[in-house]
């Protein structure tokens, strides 16, 4: 895995603050320079805009001088980093027009993971630089129950489904595991979703199935991995009783997993508005950070 380029977007928020030391963590393992980005919005300087009457003395400038100098006091001497400030009509639309510009090789940013109404039809900042980068993503959320913030990872899940994503973020998660010197677990989790009407002759049915269905995605996992290089991994499968998001963020909760490594598909538009998809879902509510990739070629 080849990182020398780390991009760390911020909007001084608690959220940005928690995904700090994972960037300077990375960039001190892969020997990175770190780019540290803040977007600044049409009106974000406007001395009539409420969040604006709150910074200190009213002053945005000087705010954001402040805020960028307490970035620079947690970084060691040894590691390179530059600060930009630029102005755009959406802070995703800077960070991903930015990360294309610099050739970013990693992003590391902080999600305030809102939900309900606003989630579903507005989504984040950092779900949509995760579903359009072209580089993989690390988002470390805030606020989380239980959630496990821990830059020096020790123990790492990737979640597998079988699909060329998967099998290359199973081959990434490898050489950051080797790095860290972490434990590195895979997990394929087998859904179980049917018609309401149909429900209880299913249940019936299917129950008599399930340990030889199992049994058979372990084995074929294994297989699969094994054609990748990577054997020897600790494999697990899981019946979930529902979608796959939830069962990876609560297998990773019970096994106190510091970090899960997914492929994602970039879904959009009607599809990803209709189905949305299991990795943005984890994101959205994973007890750890969560690092994406997609395909060389998307």
């Known amino acids: 895995m080849e990182i020398k380029k780390i991009l760390f977007p911020t909007d001084f928020s608690q959220a940005a603050n928690q995904a700090l030391p994972h960037a300077l963590k990375i960039a001190q393992k892969y020997e990175a320079d770190i780019n540290v980005l803040h977007v600044a919005t049409p009106y974000s300087d406007d001395p009539n805009a ?157 129950a008599r199935e399930l340990p030889q269905i199992a049994e058979e995605a372990k084995e074929s996992l294994k297989s699969t991995l094994g054609e990748e290089g990577l054997q020897d991994l600790d494999v697990h499968v899981e019946i979930g009783d529902g979608k796959a998001h939830a069962q990876i963020s609560k297998f990773a909760r019970a096994n106190k997993v510091d970090l899960i490594v997914m492929g994602t598909h970039g879904l959009s538009g009607l599809d990803r508005i209709l189905l949305g998809s299991t990795t943005e879902r984890v994101v959205r509510i994973a007890s750890c950070p969560v690092l994406t990739f997609k395909l060389d070629n998307e």
């Open 50 to 206: 409420p969040g604006y009457q709150q910074l200190e003395e009213g002053n945005f400038k000087e705010y954001i001088e402040k805020s960028l100098g307490e970035i620079y006091q947690a970084v060691e001497s040894s590691q390179k980093v530059t600060t930009e400030v630029v102005r755009e009509v959406a802070p995703a639309t800077g960070i991903l027009d930015f990360i294309e510009e610099k050739g970013i090789d990693l992003t590391v940013m902080g999600t305030h993971g809102h939900s309900a109404l606003s989630q579903f039809f507005l989504g984040s900042v950092a779900e949509r630089v995760v579903r359009h980068a072209p580089c993989p993503v690390l988002t470390v959320a805030q606020d989380r129950k239980e959630y496990r913030n821990n830059p020096d990872y020790q123990n790492i899940l990737v979640a597998f489904d079988f699909s060329e994503y998967s099998k290359k973020a199973a081959c990434e998660a490898r050489d950051i595991a080797s790095q860290y010197g972490a434990r590195l677990q895979v997990l394929y989790v087998v859904e179980q979703e049917v018609h309401p009407a149909f429900y209880l002759k299913w249940r019936e049915s299917i």
